[in-house]
């Protein structure tokens, strides 16, 4: 199949594209997208792949599926587009960084920055229905997902893992956290956020593992 993706991340990941459940997947996708409003655009499926290429992978971050209201997803968990108002996660998130870090909170949500230092801002789904939230959960993304995990595990070790919430923490439970480093907290969507999200410092304590690591820290 050709799939549209950054070549580095095609070369780990073709055998998955060439899987039957794969190719029902590509079929539902193609025919959600002739028919209904579906977000990302198409060309922005793989773009958290095209934004932070495989050799320079330092930090995963896993987020559920997109968002589903007009504007808001481009393809990289959590992020949104220029000029695009804060999701209340997003806002939690910029917070905790600004919180940790002393960082001045962005004017922008496009978390491309992020992306283009190494951070794999990675989305269980990666397509959903317009203001139907979930509407491509069960339709064969996780598995697709679970695999990138999978791979990245196999192939990279002292790698950063940020698992908000009991969702990614389930999906990054194949890691080897001997070989890389796991931060755990509560989801910091406004429901959880006060439980554990705040004050978790994980954006200082991903820079100072990556510093213990010989790698440059993430510019948050």
């Known amino acids: 199949m050709n799939v549209q993706i950054a070549p ?60 589903h209201g007009p504007g808001q997803a481009n393809g990289l968990c959590f992020s949104v587009g220029e000029g695009v108002p804060f999701p209340p996660s997003l806002r939690n998130i910029l917070q905790e960084v600004a919180d940790d870090t002393g960082a001045p909170i962005p004017t922008s949500g496009n978390l491309d920055r992020w992306a283009e230092q190494g951070v794999l801002l990675l989305n269980a789904v990666l397509t959903v229905r317009e203001h139907e939230a979930a509407s491509h959960a069960g339709r064969g993304w996780e598995q697709f997902t679970d695999a990138v995990v999978q791979r990245i595990n196999e192939r990279k070790q002292g790698v950063v893992y940020l698992l908000w919430g009991s969702y990614a923490q389930k999906k990054g439970a194949m890691v ?28 200082s304590k991903a820079n100072e593992y990556l510093i213990n690591q010989g790698q440059t820290p993430i510019n948050w």
């Open 8 to 67: 580095d991340w095609k070369a780990l990941l073709q055998e998955e594209f060439e899987k039957p459940y794969f190719r029902t997947l590509t079929d539902f996708v193609r025919e959600e997208y002739a028919t209904r409003r579906i977000y990302p655009r198409g060309s922005n499926i793989f773009r958290a792949f095209d934004k932070c290429p495989l050799d320079r992978l330092k930090v995963v971050i896993i987020g559920q599926d997109p968002y």
């Open 176 to 203: 080897d956290s001997a070989r890389n480093c796991i931060l755990k907290s509560v989801h910091p969507s406004p429901l959880s956020v006060y439980r554990g999200f705040w004050g978790c410092k994980h954006f």
